[in-house]
């Protein structure tokens, strides 16, 4: 569809969109509804509706923007991901960013995907092709580090990507809950360390 | 109140908990309704709200309840993860369990920590409450392991016990988007792999 909208049309569409996601990462899927959107984002009943068919569409739409946002825009920072200092200083970023947002929402998309994954498959297949891009984009880097040699041959840059990955999102959510990044910093210090380790 | 309960009013408030918990694991706890949970329990109206006020009450004896089935009732099991071989068979029965569970639902008490965490702080202490007493299990655990000298002495328990607790939620919430173990077994063994980088 969004091929063929005009250029208003699609202003409105990303409109309704990146509204639905601030209200659904403050605020949760099931706490936010299509009428709450439609007054946040200054749209009518019948234009959210054209251009959503129903609610599920529209998390959806939301789960590919988060996406964008989380993977997309830093696709140059994940890609530069090559060394023990970007690394080192992509957690730093990571810690700087959790504590501006005071702790609160955990990851964009970790946080609709826990809410989704029992309820909609669809939503569930879009959060998970999310990750995968993400964790390509963690491997990729780990890769090069050891083809380059950085990281001695032993190394499994696809374990090692899996193991970032799955301790930055369980970092996320606890510090989400606990309202503290010491736990996130200490977390993703130590899985770099075990990537450290690796280095020839 | 659960002090001066009888005998059998404290065996109706435990079939609406554990009633509850597992419609919550299943559905979210948005997706729960509390007269979901009363057809389910076979109870009155008049009867749940007698032991909850409301559903937010319930949803913290939820809470309660599944910290006692993740941590609680595992206490013999935590307290003798104080050696590799007993870490690597602890993560062993992770994977296996959710392979049963066939991934669904994610980790008992990290799902309902992610659905409730922007919504209620009471909720969100309650479910920090019983993170923390996880940690504190796998944290001494490693102190043992210090103590008898099985890892050495610059080996931080506490920073890997963090980062052992944030890789599991993690690794558990993306096995259930997935579906699939594969991950799970990686993400630990690796965070298990750099624990045992520590050892004398």
Same mark, same amino acid.
């Given at each position: @569809?969004?091929?063929?909208?005009t &250029?208003?049309? #699609?202003?409105?569409?990303?409109? $309704?969109?990146?509204?639905?996601?601030t209200?659904m990462?403050? #605020?949760?899927?099931?706490?936010?509804?299509?009428?709450?959107?439609?007054?946040? &984002?200054g749209?009518?009943?019948?234009?959210?509706?054209?251009?959503?068919?129903?609610?599920? &569409?529209?998390?959806? *739409?939301?789960?590919?923007h988060?996406?964008?946002?989380?993977?997309?825009?830093?696709? *140059?920072?994940?890609?530069?991901?090559?060394? @023990? *200092?970007?690394?080192r %200083?992509?957690a730093? %970023? /990571?810690v700087?960013l959790?504590r501006?947002?005071?702790?609160k929402?955990?990851?964009p $998309?970790?946080?609709?995907? !826990?809410? /989704?994954?029992e309820?909609? %498959?669809?939503?569930?297949?879009d959060?998970?092709?999310?990750?995968?891009?993400?964790?390509? &984009? /963690?491997?990729?880097g780990?890769? *090069?580090m050891?083809?380059?040699?950085?990281?001695?041959r032993?190394?499994?840059?696809?374990?090692?990507? /899996? @193991?970032?990955l799955?301790?930055?999102?369980?970092?996320? %959510?606890?510090?989400q809950?606990? #309202?503290?990044?010491?736990?996130? #910093?200490?977390?993703?210090?130590?899985?770099?360390?075990? $990537?450290e380790s690796?280095? !020839?």
């Amino acid at each position: @569809m969004s091929e063929r909208l005009t &250029a208003k049309g #699609r202003a409105t569409r990303d409109r $309704i969109v990146s509204t639905a996601a601030t209200l659904m990462f403050e #605020r949760g899927v099931a706490g936010t509804s299509t009428e709450d959107v439609q007054a946040a &984002a200054g749209v009518s009943t019948s234009q959210i509706y054209h251009y959503f068919r129903d609610k599920k &569409a529209l998390v959806r *739409a939301v789960i590919a923007h988060q996406t964008e946002v989380v993977v997309g825009h830093q696709e *140059a920072v994940l890609a530069a991901l090559d060394s @023990m *200092a970007s690394l080192r %200083a992509w957690a730093d %970023a /990571i810690v700087a960013l959790q504590r501006r947002l005071e702790c609160k929402g955990g990851c964009p $998309i970790g946080s609709l995907g !826990a809410e /989704i994954a029992e309820h909609d %498959a669809d939503a569930r297949a879009d959060v998970v092709a999310g990750f995968d891009r993400w964790e390509r &984009a /963690i491997r990729d880097g780990l890769h *090069a580090m050891r083809d380059r040699g950085e990281l001695r041959r032993e190394a499994d840059p696809d374990r090692l990507a /899996i @193991m970032l990955l799955a301790t930055l999102q369980g970092a996320l %959510a606890l510090t989400q809950l606990r #309202r503290d990044t010491v736990l996130l #910093r200490i977390a993703l210090t130590e899985a770099i360390d075990h $990537i450290e380790s690796f280095t !020839a």
